[in-house]
Structures are given as C-alpha cells and as structure tokens.
C-alpha cells in the first residue's frame, strides 16, 4: 500500500472515531432549544418545554471530568446564587457522561452545586452541540424557549457572559401590566431577544414626561437609525428595532433624555 492511501485511510479512520455516533445537528443562539426530559438525582422529572417563561440556565458536564469538578463551582457561586432569588430563573445541571447515580452525587459533593442535577443527558448534548464530547459548557434558554446563549469555553471562563445574557432576559420579563405604577427612574432595559434576527424590543421607563431619543449605532459609533425622536409620557415604553437589511455583527443603542444617557449592546444574528 503507497504512503498517500494509507494517510487517506488514517484522516477517514480519525474523522469518523471524533463523528458521534448519535448524530450531528446542533443549534445556534437563536434557534430554538431543543425539548428534552431527564430526572434528577432526587428523582424529580424535568421537561424543558414546561419551563416555557422562565430562563433556564444548563450547565453540561461530565460527572466524572476532572476539569468539569473543577470549574463547577463557577457555575454556582457566580451564576446560580446570583439570581436563584428571582423565580422566572432554573438552573440545571446535565450529566452528559450518563454516569451512576452515584458518581452524579460525588460530583454534586465536590462541586458544592445546590441546584438540580439531572441524569443520562448524553444525547441532549449531542442534540445541542453535535457531538458528544463539548461538555463543560453553559448554555442558557429564554422565556420563549430560543438559544439565548451557547458557550463554546469552559464555564469558568464566560460567567461574565452569561450572567449578562441571564440579567437581560430576567429585566425583560419584569411585568409591565400595572400601568397605574410610574417608574422610579429612567431607565433603558436589555433588548429582548438578545441576540436577535431580525427584529428585537427595546423596552425603556420615564418617570416623567419629557423628549426621548432613542438611537443604534455601529460599534465604530456611525448612525443606524432613530427609532424614538418624539416628546413621550411618563411610564414604559417599548418600541421594535427591524434590522432586516443590516448585516449580521454588534449594534449599540443608546437612549437620550434631557438629564439621562445610556448606550447598551445587542447581537444581530443571521
């Protein structure tokens, strides 16, 4: 056999050891987040899909990784106790080792997580990255059950990522129904959803009658569009940002008063 068939039949060899056997779809931020349902070390059975309005925060891990024990921590203290007080946030954790019961709860014992810790989720994984082996990951899914954020580091490296993600989807989801409660302040919420395509909400308060503007500009700071230019009443408002014709990359928008600036970040994705 000649040099070049025997290399040719190693690289095949190699590709087809590192394809799952299960499957290579995966999903990107935006999609929606693929249903699963798995039980938890107290036997508790979770349904993503009935989670439908709350941000669910996943960390994938492998009960028995090395690295995954050592940066799980991470995912508690800097993610979970951050916002386990508001109740539109979960945060699960999924074995995608689909270890013992046993091992889960070693992991859970040296990790120091409190939150769920859910069972046999190798093929949840698979459904969410394609292969079987991107464990060590955060994931999280918004009110609308979408990809709000897909990590592609370990957890202990993209925490400030994430819980940016989390704090914008848990703003957007604070009731606005009682219009007879004037906001305190101004102030300019996270748009919803972040990243988007092609459209998106931004939602900002008044405390007081007064000229708004509201603006998106490029990174470099050149002018996209005016979406308020108007004199407006005290309370919430909330207006729709089409980028239908913008190409995909980082937008900033910036809400102006005669005595308030604030310029926030969102995600056009294509």
Not at 26 to 41: C, K, M, N, R, T
Not at 48 to 72: D, M, Q, T, W
Not at 121 to 133: D, I, M
Not at 196 to 208: A, E, G, K
Request: charged letters at 20%; one cysteine or more.
């Amino acid at each position: 056999m000649n040099t070049s068939k025997l290399f040719g039949i190693l690289m095949v060899s190699s590709l087809l050891w590192t394809l799952p056997l299960t499957g290579i779809g995966q999903v990107s931020e935006g999609d929606p987040a693929p249903d699963f349902i798995h039980q938890s070390l107290e036997g508790v059975r979770y349904q993503l899909s009935e989670l439908e309005g709350k941000v669910v925060y996943i960390f994938f891990f492998g009960a028995r990784c090395p690295h995954c024990e050592a940066n799980g921590p991470a995912t508690e203290k800097a993610i979970y106790q951050r916002f386990k007080g508001d109740t539109n946030f979960v945060a699960l954790g999924l074995d995608t080792w689909n270890e013992s019961s046993s091992s889960v709860e070693s992991f859970r014992e040296t990790t120091g997580i409190t939150y769920p810790l859910l069972l046999n989720a190798e093929q949840t994984l698979v459904n969410y990255y394609g292969n079987s082996f991107s464990y060590d990951r955060s994931v999280v899914v918004d009110q609308e059950g979408k990809v709000a954020y897909k990590g592609t580091e370990y957890v202990d490296k993209d925490t400030t990522e994430v819980k940016q993600t989390i704090s914008d989807l848990l703003e957007t989801s604070t009731s606005i129904d009682d219009k007879s409660e004037q906001p305190f302040q101004v102030e300019l919420h996270g748009n919803y959803p972040n990243p988007f395509n092609p459209t998106t909400t931004i939602r900002y308060d008044l405390n007081s009658p007064g000229k708004v503007t509201l603006k998106v500009f490029t990174v470099l700071g050149q002018p996209v569009a005016t979406l308020v230019d108007d004199f407006k009443s005290a309370g919430t408002h909330s207006v729709t940002f089409d980028a239908t014709n913008l190409s995909s990359g980082i937008y900033l928008y910036q809400l102006q008063t005669d005595d308030f600036k604030k310029t926030r970040k969102m995600i056009m994705t294509k």
